[in-house]
C-alpha cells in the first residue's frame, strides 16, 4: 500500500535560468577560476534558484553539475576563439582585399594546403571537444553507488514522489500565488517537496501518469524526460549542507506546463529520518487520487 496526499493545484509562468550573453560574460569571468578544476562551490545553506537578471548558469552542486560546468565553460573558450578568429578573417579580408586596394582580384580556385588545413583543424577541434563531453556522458548515465532510490512521476500538473524503501509516496503541487507565504516563492515552491538526505547519491526512477514531462532542476545538472509506459534512469549526487535545490518541468506538457516545479530539500541525516517517520504519518491517511489505476507499484530496491 502506497498512500499518497493531494492539494491545491495551480498557476503561474515560466522563469528563464540563463541567457547565452550572460553565460558567456559569466564563464569568461568564471574560467578564470575553474582552470584546474577549482569550481567555486556555493555556500553550504540557502537556495539553488533562479534570480532575477540572472545572467549565466546557476551554481553548480555535486559533482555532476561540477562536471558540466567545467565542460560548459570549455566550450565557451572554445566557441568564443572560433567566432574571433572568423570575425577576424573577415574584417581583415574585407580591408586588405576591397576594390580600392586590389582591383585585379585573384582567380585562385585551389589550395591543397589550406583545404587540408580547414579540414583537419575543425577535427581536431571535435575531437577535443567529444572527449570531456563523452566523458560526462558517460558519468552521468549511470552509477552503481547510489544510497537510495526515489521515483518520480510526472503527472499534469504535478510530481509524486516516492520511497520505495520507506514505503512513502505523495504528491507534490505548486503553491499558488495567493496562498504564498512570506518568504516563499512564486512559480517555484511547492506545497511537499521531494526530501532528501545531504551528501547522498540518489537514483531517481523516473516516469509520467500521461503525457511527457521532464524533470529538470538546472544546479544539479539534472534533466530527464518523463514517459508514460517507461521508466528512465538517471541519478543526482547531492552535496553535503541543507539547501534547497529549484526546478521545473521544461517539457511542454499542457495548459499547466509551467505550474509543476520541483523543489528538492536537502537536509541533515537526522532531519531526514524525522522526515520520513513525519511523512510516513502524514500521508498514510490519503489515498491515492491521482494513480488509483496504477496496480501496486513494486519497485527495484536500492542496490
Ligand atoms: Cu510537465
Known amino acids: 500500500m502506497i498512500p499518497s496526499n493531494n492539494v491545491v493545484h495551480n498557476v503561474g509562468s515560466r522563469?528563464?535560468?540563463?541567457?547565452?550573453?550572460?553565460?558567456?560574460?559569466?564563464?569568461?569571468?568564471?574560467?578564470?577560476?575553474?582552470?584546474?578544476?577549482?569550481?567555486?562551490?556555493?555556500?553550504?545553506?540557502?537556495?539553488?534558484?533562479?534570480?532575477?537578471?540572472q545572467m549565466g548558469l546557476q551554481d553548480p552542486s555535486g559533482s555532476i553539475a561540477d562536471k558540466a560546468n567545467d565542460l560548459h565553460n570549455l566550450l565557451l573558450w572554445i566557441i568564443t576563439a572560433i567566432s574571433v578568429f572568423v570575425l577576424a578573417l573577415l574584417i581583415y579580408t574585407c580591408i586588405r582585399y576591397r576594390e580600392g586596394r586590389n582591383p585585379v582580384p585573384s582567380k585562385t580556385s585551389h589550395h591543397a594546403v589550406i583545404e587540408v588545413v580547414w579540414t583537419v583543424v575543425p577535427v581536431l577541434i571535435l575531437l577535443v571537444i567529444a572527449i570531456p563531453s563523452f566523458k560526462l556522458l558517460y558519468y552521468m548515465d549511470r552509477t552503481d553507488e547510489t544510497d537510495m532510490v526515489v521515483k518520480i512521476t510526472g503527472?499534469?500538473?504535478?510530481?509524486?514522489?516516492?520511497?520505495?524503501?520507506?514505503?512513502?509516496?505523495?504528491?507534490?503541487?505548486?503553491?499558488?500565488?495567493?496562498?504564498?507565504?512570506?518568504?516563499?516563492?512564486?512559480?517555484?515552491?511547492?506545497?511537499?517537496?521531494?526530501?532528501?538526505?545531504?551528501?547522498?547519491?540518489?537514483?531517481?526512477?523516473?516516469q509520467a501518469n500521461d503525457v511527457m514531462h521532464s524533470f529538470f532542476v538546472p544546479s544539479l545538472a539534472v534533466q530527464i524526460y518523463t514517459v508514460a509506459g517507461r521508466t528512465n534512469e538517471a541519478w543526482i549526487d547531492v552535496p553535503m549542507g541543507e539547501k534547497t535545490y529549484y526546478g521545473q518541468c521544461n517539457q511542454i506538457c499542457g495548459v499547466n506546463h509551467s505550474y509543476m516545479p520541483i523543489v528538492i530539500k536537502a537536509v541533515s541525516a537526522d532531519d531526514y529520518k524525522a522526515?520520513?517517520?513525519?511523512?510516513?504519518?502524514?500521508?498514510?491517511?490519503?489515498?491515492?487520487?491521482?494513480?488509483?489505476?496504477?496496480?501496486?507499484i513494486q519497485l527495484a530496491e536500492a542496490e
Open 15 to 53: 522563469i528563464m535560468d540563463s541567457s547565452f550573453i550572460g553565460a558567456v560574460t559569466k564563464s569568461l569571468m568564471g574560467a578564470a577560476f575553474t582552470v584546474g578544476g577549482v569550481i567555486a562551490s556555493v555556500g553550504a545553506a540557502g537556495a539553488a534558484e533562479p534570480k532575477p537578471w
Open 155 to 206: 503527472a499534469q500538473w504535478y510530481w509524486t514522489y516516492e520511497y520505495p524503501d520507506q514505503e512513502l509516496a505523495y504528491d507534490s503541487y505548486m503553491i499558488a500565488t495567493e496562498d504564498l507565504e512570506e518568504g516563499q516563492k512564486r512559480l517555484l515552491d511547492v506545497d511537499y517537496p521531494m526530501v532528501v538526505p545531504e551528501g547522498t547519491r540518489i537514483k531517481l526512477l523516473i
Open 275 to 296: 522526515w520520513v517517520n513525519e511523512a510516513k504519518e502524514e500521508f498514510a491517511t490519503l489515498d491515492r487520487p491521482a494513480q488509483k489505476d496504477d496496480a501496486t
